[in-house]
């Protein structure tokens, strides 16, 4: 059972409601989307096995937050996870999950050994791609049994009906978890500010606890 790696490393977080902690990452290789907005190099890989991969996550000996499976999409290697997770956490390691919320089925799977799930939700209008929220609706109702926020990329092109099918999906299913906007980093700042704000007025008034929070690590230049 081999699992084909992108890069491992660590840093702080950069985006969402843990931003700041220190965590081990392991960046997965390929992604099942293809959103517009998408610039994760993922140009190479090397294939590991899950206790070479612990082995590697073990040469990381200062105090971490958790570890981030992140990608490409992390749970396309979900029988790799399933192998890997009990060793990390045997080595007293928590389990951060940054996903795409798509692949529901894998994440039945991994839901036990998963601490905290940092899930997208892909608004069409953002992504250019087609409508994902049948793939989000069964994704959260399975990720709401641990601790889970959502997070949505927020473009020019963005529009609010895609927020108001976002936030009728958080109040029906998770309705105390948190919807975190992401200004996509590579248009105008100033004239997306005023779309975020109008957004997360609407998000609160809904009765869903919405925070606009860049994503710090491209601001920064961290990885
Ligand atoms: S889900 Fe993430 S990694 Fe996959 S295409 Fe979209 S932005 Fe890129």
Not at 183 to 194: A, D, F, K, R
Not at 211 to 214: A, G, S, T, Y
């Given at each position: 059972m081999k699992a084909?790696?992108?890069?491992?490393?660590?840093?702080v977080q950069g985006e969402g409601l843990y931003l700041g902690e220190k965590q081990i990452f392991v960046r997965f290789f390929d992604c099942n989307l293809s959103c517009s907005y998408c610039d994760t190099k993922l140009d190479r890989f090397t294939e590991y096995e899950p206790k070479e991969l612990l082995e590697e996550i073990c040469l990381y000996r200062d105090k971490y937050h958790s570890i981030s499976f992140t990608g490409g999409e992390p749970l396309l290697y979900a029988d790799f996870l399933k192998e890997i997770?009990?060793?990390?956490?045997?080595?007293?390691?928590?389990?951060?999950?940054?996903?795409?919320g798509t692949l529901f089925s894998e994440l039945e799977q991994l839901i036990d050994r998963i601490d905290i799930i940092a899930m997208?939700?892909?608004f069409p209008s953002s992504t250019g791609m087609g409508n994902l929220w049948h793939m989000h609706k069964k994704f959260l109702k399975i990720a709401s049994k641990k601790?889970?926020?959502?997070?949505?990329?927020?473009?020019?092109a963005t529009y609010e009906e895609d927020l108001r099918q976002a936030l009728a999906i958080i109040k029906e299913i998770s309705p105390s978890s948190v919807l975190v906007l992401q200004?996509?980093?590579?248009?105008?700042?100033?004239?997306?500010?005023?779309k975020l704000q109008n957004f997360k007025e609407i998000g609160n008034q809904e009765g869903v606890t919405t925070?606009?929070?860049?994503q710090i690590h491209k601001i920064m230049g961290l990885r």
């Open positions: 084909r790696i992108n890069e491992i490393f660590d840093s997770l009990p060793l990390t956490s045997d080595h007293g390691h928590k389990h951060y999950l940054e996903t795409n997208d939700l892909k601790e889970v926020f959502l997070k949505a990329i927020i473009c020019q200004p996509n980093s590579y248009e105008n700042q100033t004239v997306l500010h005023t925070c606009v929070i860049p």
